[in-house]
T-cell receptor, first 115, second 111 residues
Framework: NAGVMQNPRHLVRRRGQEARLRCSPM?????VYWYRQLPEEGLKFMVY????????ESGMPKERFSAEFPKEGPSILRIQQVVRGDSAAYFC?????????????FGDGTRLSIL | RKEVEQDPGPFNVPEGATVAFNCTYS??????FFWYRQDCRKEPKLLMS???SGNEDGRFTAQLNRASQYISLLIRDSKLSDSATYLC????????????FGTGTRLKVLA
């Protein structure tokens, strides 16, 4: 399966814990995007990364949230000290390059539930 | 004004009907446009890109009107399997790769 791989599919955390969401882009794709979808709402852009670089993090909360895309391994979205409002579906997407008109391909998402 | 606006619906149509959705965007510098579909909170799946001259893919036709800043999607001969939420996607403007998603239009095709 050469698609975008996200894990875990479901993640349950208690308030105050840390959540780590992983995303492996499609083969040949070097651009990764993270989105959050709250219940009954649309997808909200969080961050755009290339290998070892954060290109645009304008949609990411300034506190508790961080993202990385190391040279080796998957992209990680990290949420520290989770709160109930962090409960959402987090989708990762990838694209092959920087050219305009490049569609993004999505993973299955991680459903994060905060108890 | 929202960056990308869609009528949330739902649109309930009988099988075989033709249905059209519109989407408006606020940033005149946007250059890339797409329609995605999303089923039952699953991952969005690319339906089609939207080109300036308009484009067709089987029963689906997409149009772009830059002057009025809207995009449309036409579905002909609706199938039950077309029931989904259709997301309008626009890039955030010149020089940015951030894509802005509309909240989606729900379509339900009835037998």
């Amino acid at each position: 399966n050469a698609g975008v791989m996200q894990n875990p599919r479901h993640l349950v955390r208690r308030r105050g814990q840390e959540a780590r969401l992983r995303c492996s882009p499609m083969k040949g794709h070097s651009h990764v995007y993270w989105y959050r979808q709250l219940p009954e709402e649309g997808l909200k852009f969080m961050v755009y990364l290339q290998k070892e670089n954060i290109i645009d993090e304008s949609g990411m909360p300034k506190e508790r949230f961080s993202a990385e895309f190391p040279k080796e391994g998957p992209s990680i979205l990290r949420i520290q000290q989770v709160v109930r409002g962090d409960s959402a579906a987090y989708f990762c997407a990838s694209s092959p390059g920087q050219g305009f008109g490049q569609p993004q391909h999505f993973g299955d998402g991680t459903r994060l539930s905060i108890l | 004004r929202k960056e990308v606006e869609q009528d949330p619906g739902p649109f309930n149509v009988p099988e075989g009907a033709t249905v059209a959705f519109n989407c408006t965007y606020s940033n005149s510098a946007s250059q890339s446009f797409f329609w995605y579909r999303q089923d039952c909170r699953k991952e969005p799946k690319l339906l089609m890109s939207v080109y300036s001259s308009g484009n067709e893919d089987g029963r689906f036709t997409a149009q772009l009107n830059r002057a009025s800043q809207y995009i449309s999607l036409l579905i002909r001969d609706s199938k039950l399997s077309d029931s989904a939420t259709y997301l309008c996607v626009v890039n955030g403007g010149s020089g940015t790769y951030k894509y802005i998603f509309g909240t989606g239009t729900r379509l339900k095709v009835l037998a």
